[in-house]
């Protein structure tokens, strides 16, 4: 039983740079979404996507910031010239939404990527 | 405007006895709600849900109780058990729509 893996673990990167994030769902889910995480507030929604395509992005998202799942399966989040305020935790979900209504979409979180930008 | 609020930061209890967890909510086109447990350094942890349709759900020792009128819910943990201390994460969604709101969460701590 495979969960929401994520890669790194940890980045220490200096301000300005550009860095990358993985996120591998759960193998049958159609759904993976993107979280941000700060010190005392639980996470905040970035974007999600539905197989390859990109649903929803949520103001949060600047233009610095770039999310993709080319084949509907892993994802990647690119920040460029990141700055200090990027620091946190970034975390990544993921969730089966099936055809029939009934279903609500349980989101399965990975142990995400702690930033820290010097 | 913070759409889910949980106004405990903390709550402290001895082993064996219940842990209440609040979390009150304001957009009304919530229909589904969520809770999570989050250990440090990991990510949040799906415990248990409930759909608008429902009052109350139950899987062992973790029920859920939902107030629709009040836009409130809450987590009774019976008996809290000193693994149980970790940060717990209220969630709310609309149905099928993806993104989920969080609350800022509730330290739990479970004394022996």
């Known amino acids: ?118 | 405007d913070q759409q889910v609020k949980q106004n405990s930061p903390s709550l402290s209890v001895q082993e064996g006895r219940i842990s209440i967890l609040n979390c009150d909510y304001t957009n009304s086109m919530f229909d589904y709600f969520l809770w999570y447990k989050k250990y440090p350094a990991e990510g949040p942890t799906f415990l248990i849900s409930i759909s608008s349709i429902k009052d109350k759900n139950e899987d062992g020792r973790f029920t859920v109780f939902l107030n629709k009128s009040a836009k409130h819910l809450s987590l009774h943990i019976v008996p809290s058990q000193p693994g149980d201390s970790a940060v717990y994460f209220c969630a709310a969604s609309r149905h099928r729509a993806g993104k989920s709101t969080f609350g800022d969460g509730t330290t739990l701590t479970v004394k022996p």
């Open chain 1, 1 to 118: 039983d495979t969960g929401v893996s994520q890669d790194p673990r940890h980045k220490i990167t200096k301000r300005g740079q550009n860095v990358t994030f993985r996120c591998d769902p759960i193998s049958e889910h159609n759904r993976l979404y993107w979280y941000r995480q700060t010190l005392g507030q639980g996470p905040e929604f970035l974007t999600y996507f539905q197989n390859e395509a990109q649903l929803e992005k949520s103001r949060l998202l600047s233009d610095r910031f770039s999310a993709e799942r080319p084949k509907g399966s892993f994802s990647t989040l690119e920040i460029q010239r990141t700055e200090q305020g990027d620091s946190a935790m970034y975390l990544c979900a993921s969730s089966l939404l099936a055809g029939y209504s009934g279903n609500t979409d349980t989101q399965y979180f990975g142990p995400g990527t702690r930033l820290t930008v010097l």
